[in-house]
């Protein structure tokens, strides 16, 4: 599977933001998909993750609220839509694949990783 993701930018405090992911390869729908982000000088850490049907989804405490996480399968692509964006959501954000959903939280759960896209919210 390999992920392509899209979507970043430079926005202001309060603005909104949708990043996709497109993956291509067979057995779209057989993996939980994640996105997960990395500020500078910080460890990688999951904001999101939604299960291989869609109906689950998991959001870190930071981003409840603000963040929505979706898929559509037909396209073979996942969108995690970013509203009320404040200064901490500054970071790459990556999005990732795994099969062993929930435990896709954990990077070690990752298969597949997309390249970063990268976020930044101004003040």
């Known amino acids: 599977v390999q992920l392509q993701a899209s979507g970043g930018g430079l926005v202001q405090a309060g603005d909104s933001l949708r990043l996709s992911c497109a993956a291509s390869?067979?057995?779209?729908?057989?993996?939980?998909m994640g996105w997960f982000r990395q500020a500078p000088g910080k460890e990688r850490e999951c904001v999101a993750t939604i299960s291989r049907g869609g109906s689950a989804t998991y959001y870190s405490d930071s981003v409840k609220g603000r963040f929505t996480f979706s898929r559509d399968s037909a396209k073979n692509t996942v969108y995690l839509q970013m509203d009320s964006l404040k200064p901490e959501d500054t970071a790459v954000y990556y999005c990732?694949?795994?099969?062993?959903?929930?435990?896709?939280?954990?990077?070690?759960?990752?298969?597949?990783w997309g390249k970063g896209t990268l976020v930044t919210v101004s003040s």
């Open positions: 990732a694949a795994g099969t062993r959903y929930p435990m896709l939280t954990i990077i070690s759960a990752v298969d597949y």
């Open positions: 390869g067979r057995n779209f729908s057989t993996y939980g």
